[in-house]
């Protein structure tokens, strides 16, 4: 998927990961500060090569089949303030700084959608 000839990822961090059949690790994308899960997308080494090396958060569009750095035309950026890989290596937890929303739709998280009610739980307390 790489577009253009550059260093590759660090083989260490590489190692760590279990990518997809398309060579692609989920990333969810988080507040650092506040921990509201903000969106998931996906990047593939090079996504990820260019997140840490230039704070920017860029990933693997699968629509466009192309990298996008977040906020690159909204001007909603995200900072990227830490990058932590999960046990099994399949999912990447991208904590950032969000300018603005975080969703194309203009909220401020992709997840303003509550589902009907779990029995027994009430709205807006899940996990509390």
Same mark, same amino acid.
Not at 70 to 90: F, I, M, N, P
């Given at each position: ?13 590489? @190692? ?30 090079? @996504?990820?090569?260019?997140?840490? +090396? ?46 603005? @929303? ?11 959608? @509550? ?9 807006? +307390?899940?996990?509390?």
């Amino acid at each position: 998927m790489s577009d253009v000839a550059s260093p590759a990822l660090d083989p260490e961090v590489a @190692a760590l990961l279990r990518h997809d059949p398309l060579g692609l690790v989920t990333a969810v994308v988080q507040q650092h500060d506040t921990r509201e899960v903000l969106m998931v997308a996906w990047m593939d080494d090079e @996504a990820l090569r260019r997140t840490l +090396t230039t704070g920017r958060a860029t990933y693997w569009s699968r629509s466009r089949q192309e990298y996008w750095v977040k906020g690159e035309t909204s001007g909603h950026r995200q900072w990227v303030r830490e990058v932590r890989v999960d046990c099994d290596g399949d999912a990447l937890l991208v904590l950032v700084d969000q300018e603005g @929303a975080a969703c194309h739709t203009g909220e401020r998280t992709c997840f303003f959608r @509550a589902l009907p009610s779990v029995p027994g739980v009430r709205p807006g +307390t899940a996990g509390a």
